[in-house]
């Protein structure tokens, strides 16, 4: 069991002091990830500041035993190391941008985002930053709402040594820490993990859609393949706990998830290494995205495949 695991009550508020000396935590974005991770925070003993622009999220800390300031720059004013869990990039630029927020980071802190975001965006905001003292380390994490609760994210951490060291002990609270490299690194993993998410997802759904036709049935095709090697964590989580059942309620929006396909297919290209089957995966995630409700799970994509299929050639 990793340090993470350790209950409430642990030392991580101690050690997780920004450069600026301060162990308080803002926490900014309290959806369906960053609302259980910043109440690990609370339980911990973390003196942890959230704020949402959603009025339901903030109660919702509150709730939970959390201090809720009302502002970004409310938030963020006194902490030493500031914690983001949002949307993407462009929200992101968006809350550290504004000019109250900008006043309120003290050199000396440390900003964490921990959102799903662009690497190459990532970068040039940690050089603006690093240009008013204040340092970024990129950590988004994979795993989902269950294991945000639970403590036991994967969480990608990029950064320089010494950044990354000062919030160590405070990223432990979420999960096992890996070192993916330098500033923007996490950010890259992330999206090339969640393409091959998406892609496997694609995959296990077409091939178990196609199997139920052919008169199989999905939950023993699902065992089989659990045995052997087309497994995934599409047939192993995904389609056991979230299509099969039919509650389509993973926690894991269907538009942020093509968000970071995208990401990932844009960094495969500006490689040099065009992703093929990554593009046409995007294509249909983005079918998929274009008729679905704003708020559609990404599991969802396998309800969406079948009620696309068309008819059999056999009808
Ligand atoms: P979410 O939509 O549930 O939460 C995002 C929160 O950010 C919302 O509560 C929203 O009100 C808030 N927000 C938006 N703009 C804001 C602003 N300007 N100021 C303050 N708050 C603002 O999304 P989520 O599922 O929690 O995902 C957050 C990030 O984590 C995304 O980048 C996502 O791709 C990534 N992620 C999600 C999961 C998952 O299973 N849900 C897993 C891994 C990574």
């Known amino acids: ?27 900014v974005g309290l959806g369906r990830m960053g609302l259980p991770m910043a109440c690990r925070l609370v339980r911990a003993g973390v003196p942890a500041v959230g704020f949402d622009v959603g009025p339901v999220a903030r109660d919702a800390f509150a709730a939970a035993g959390g201090a809720v300031a009302d502002s970004a720059a ?27 927020v900008a006043a309120a980071l003290r050199p000396g802190t440390t900003v964490v985002d921990m959102s799903s975001c662009e690497p190459a965006r990532t970068r040039a905001l940690a050089e603006r930053l690093a240009a008013a003292g204040v340092a970024m380390v990129d950590a988004p994490v994979s795993g989902g709402v269950a294991r945000a609760v639970t403590g036991e994210l994967a969480v990608m951490v990029g950064g320089q040594d010494a950044d990354v ?30 393409l091959m998410s998406a892609t496997h997802l694609l995959v296990t759904s077409e091939a178990l859609l196609a199997g139920r036709r052919f008169g199989l049935d999905p939950a023993r095709v699902l065992e089989i393949v659990n045995a052997s090697s087309g497994r995934s964590g599409s047939t192993e989580n995904k389609w ?42 995007v294509a249909v995630w983005t079918r998929a995205a274009q008729e679905l409700p704003a708020d559609a799970d990404h599991t969802e994509i396998a309800r969406w495949l079948d009620e696309h299929a068309p008819p059999s050639p056999a009808a």
């Open 1 to 27: 069991m990793s340090e993470a695991h350790e209950e409430a009550g642990g030392s991580a508020g101690a050690g997780a002091a920004g450069a600026g000396g301060s162990d308080a935590v803002a926490f």
């Open 74 to 100: 409310a938030a963020i004013a006194g902490a030493g190391t500031v914690i983001l869990m949002l949307p993407d990039s462009g929200v992101v630029e968006s809350v550290l941008g504004d000019p109250q």
């Open 165 to 194: 060291a000062r919030v160590e002990p405070l990223l432990k609270r979420f999960g096992t820490l890996f070192r993916s490299g330098g500033i923007g690194s996490g950010h890259a993993v992330k999206a090339l993990n969640n």
């Open 240 to 281: 056991p706990r979230f299509v099969l059942p039919g509650s389509y309620d993973s926690g894991f929006g269907l538009r942020l998830m093509l968000k970071d396909m995208r990401i990932a297919v844009d960094l495969a290209e500006q490689v040099g290494l065009p992703s093929r089957l990554g593009a046409d995966a």
